[in-house]
Every structure is written in C-alpha cells, then in structure tokens.
C-alpha cells in the first residue's frame, strides 16, 4: 500500500527556519517526481516546489524562490523540504504529493497521491 | 503564470442532483487540466487526470471535460458522499497553479 508520512512541522518564530520530511513507501521512490503543496488555514491548494526522480530538476513557486530547497535522497526513500527565512505567510499544512512521471516538466503531469500534511505555524 | 479561476466559489445542491462544476485558464493548456476532490479534514485526492481521465477507483458519476482554455467537472447524480471542495490544476506550465476551489454543500 501506498504511504507518504510527512514530518517536522511545528511553531517557528518569522526568519528562522524548518526541515520537512516526507517518508514514502509502496512504491518506487527514485522513478517518480514529487512535490509539496500547501494549504494555509482555511483557504485553497498552492504549489509549493517540485523536483525530479534523480532530484537533479527543482522548481518552485515565485512565493518560496530563494528561500525554501527541494531535495531527495533515494537510498531512504525520503523527500525534504528546508524552509528558511520563514514568513507569517509561510504558515500553512505542507503536503507531500507523489507525481505521476519520473521528469517533472512531463505532459501530462499530475499529483497521482498525496499524504496527510504537516502543519508549520510561522508566528512570534 | 497561468491564472486559474473556478466558478462557482460555492454551490448548493441535493442528493442526486446533477452537477457542473467550470475552471478557466488565463491561457491555451491543451488538455493539461487535473481535478481532486478535497473532504473536510481529509487530504485532497485526484479525481480526473488530463481533462477526462477518471483515475482508477473513482466512480463513474464523476467526469471531466474541455480543452484549451475552458474545463468541467460534472457529477451526474451527487451522492453525500461528494460533498467537498474541488480543485482544479493545470499542468501545462510551471508553476502548476491551482484554482481557488469550489466549495460544494448540501442543500
């Protein structure tokens, strides 16, 4: 059975900085692009970043550029989010979604499954 | 970035009504247009993937429609269980933009 466990969310004070982690399990990790989408308290789904089966192609939303990194590490199955200089906007359930396709940049592209979110709470 | 706007925000309907639910993109995204269904407290869930695929497991009261610049969702006979927000998003070009929702209630 597919799994996607998301971690490390929390309170962060604005400018400091958060890692998310998203376990996967039940499929083949490194043959599939993933992504994170955020959903700020009560309000709709927004792209966060996304990268590549080999993690070698990142992209991210303008809101995030510069400030959040993207990354993968394959052996452990495992998809990161480091968020830094965190915003009040930043406050919000990450997601982590399993894309249907090994490029990012594919036809036909969609969020095939997504886990259950962590919850970052950017306050002071 | 593509701008992708959903009408209605919100809709009423009853058990067994019929209905549509329309996503315009500010620009051509071919047939690079995914639906999820999002439940109260849930985590959203692809419903329909490049305009009218119906992902597997996804009863067949749910299609997708349109191309180019102008999408529907339709649920032929709504059942209590449909009642969430919907989402559409395109894929055509990053970032891969979602629209507001709508906001699907009992009436």
């Known amino acids: 059975e597919m799994q996607l466990l998301a971690s490390g969310g929390g309170l962060e004070q604005p400018g400091g900085s958060l890692r998310l982690s998203c376990a996967a399990s039940g499929f083949t990790f490194r043959n599939y692009a993933m992504n994170w989408v955020r959903q700020a308290p009560g309000k709709g789904l927004e792209w966060v970043s996304g990268l590549s089966g080999s993690g070698v192609s990142t992209y991210y939303a303008d809101s995030v550029k510069g400030r959040f990194t993207i990354s993968r590490d394959n052996s452990k199955n495992t998809l990161f989010l480091q968020m830094n200089s965190l915003r009040d906007d930043d406050t919000a359930v990450y997601y982590c979604?399993?894309?249907?396709?090994?490029?990012?940049?594919?036809?036909?592209?969609?969020?095939?499954?997504w886990g259950q979110g962590t919850l970052v709470t950017v306050s002071s | 970035d593509i701008q992708m706007t959903q009408s209605p925000s919100s809709l009423s309907a009853s058990v067994g009504d019929r209905v549509t639910i329309s996503c315009r993109a500010s620009?051509?995204?071919?047939?690079?247009l995914n639906w999820y269904q999002q439940r109260p407290g849930q985590t959203p869930k692809l419903l329909i993937y490049?305009?009218?695929g119906l992902q597997s497991g996804v009863p067949s009261r749910f299609s997708g429609s349109g191309s180019g610049t102008d999408f529907n969702l339709t649920i032929s006979s709504l059942q209590p269980e449909d009642f969430a927000t919907y989402y559409c998003?395109?894929?055509?070009?990053?970032?891969?933009?979602f629209g507001q929702g709508t906001n699907l209630e009992i009436k």
């Open positions: 620009q051509s995204i071919r047939d690079n």
């Open positions: 998003q395109q894929s055509s070009t990053i970032p891969y933009t």
């Open positions: 490049m305009a009218f």
């Open positions: 979604a399993k894309g249907n396709a090994y490029y990012y940049e594919n036809s036909g592209y969609f969020l095939e499954y």
